[in-house]
């Protein structure tokens, strides 16, 4: 029995991938400025109706104060800043609020929440397979508990999805529901 569907692993993948934007991007531009630039491009390339537009724009009319008055908009602007950028604008940004988005309509909201708690241990595993960190014992504890947890939220979720198919089908005794 599969816990995780396929559009949820990548909705994870793709949410927990920010970890390679910021770790390419802060040593060559400050942490405000780098997310200033994010949200910059990310509302580039959205449509200004969107969701998404508007939240890029709050978030870059708050970082930019921030990113001029501790780091002066300072940033050493090359391939590994335009990489971290665009990846974090586009794949991490528009592609992991998009799926997020479709998974809320297509999905109960208690599955999709309770993903978050997958984010601090599969961004460990990310940064264990791209950067070569070091993987640590208490990451594998948090992810097999929130394992555990996802696996008997979803069991509860099945088991009262049979029980309303059940109800469903015998109406005609709605006291047994």
């Given at each position: 029995?599969?816990?995780?569907?396929?559009?949820?692993?990548?909705?994870?993948?793709?949410?927990?991938?920010?970890?390679?934007?910021?770790?390419?991007g802060?040593?060559?531009?400050?942490?405000?400025?780098?997310?200033?630039?994010?949200?910059?491009?990310?509302?580039?390339?959205?449509?200004?109706?969107?969701?998404?537009?508007?939240?890029?724009?709050?978030?870059?009319?708050?970082?930019?104060?921030?990113?001029?008055?501790f780091?002066?908009?300072?940033?050493?602007?090359?391939?590994?800043?335009?990489?971290?950028?665009?990846?974090?604008?586009?794949?991490?940004?528009?592609?992991?609020?998009?799926?997020?988005?479709?998974?809320?309509?297509?999905?109960?909201?208690?599955?999709?929440?309770?993903?978050?708690?997958?984010?601090?241990?599969?961004?460990?595993?990310?940064?264990?397979?791209?950067?070569?960190?070091?993987?640590?014992?208490?990451?594998?504890?948090?992810?097999?508990?929130?394992?555990?947890?996802?696996?008997?939220?979803?069991?509860?979720?099945?088991?009262?999805?049979?029980?309303?198919?059940v109800?469903?089908?015998?109406?005609?005794?709605?006291?047994?529901?």
């Amino acid at each position: 029995m599969r816990v995780l569907k396929g559009d949820e692993l990548l909705f994870l993948l793709l949410w927990c991938s920010g970890y390679i934007g910021a770790k390419l991007g802060v040593p060559v531009a400050g942490p405000f400025t780098l997310l200033l630039y994010r949200f910059l491009v990310m509302m580039l390339v959205v449509a200004v109706m969107t969701a998404l537009f508007w939240h890029g724009l709050l978030a870059a009319l708050c970082l930019a104060p921030l990113a001029w008055w501790f780091e002066g908009f300072a940033a050493a602007w090359g391939g590994q800043l335009v990489f971290a950028i665009i990846w974090l604008a586009i794949p991490v940004s528009i592609g992991a609020y998009g799926l997020m988005f479709y998974l809320i309509r297509t999905r109960d909201a208690t599955r999709i929440s309770a993903l978050q708690y997958f984010v601090p241990p599969v961004t460990m595993m990310i940064a264990w397979a791209v950067f070569g960190e070091a993987l640590a014992g208490l990451g594998f504890l948090g992810l097999f508990i929130t394992s555990v947890g996802f696996y008997l939220m979803s069991l509860s979720q099945r088991r009262a999805n049979q029980r309303q198919s059940v109800c469903q089908a015998d109406s005609a005794s709605p006291e047994k529901c």
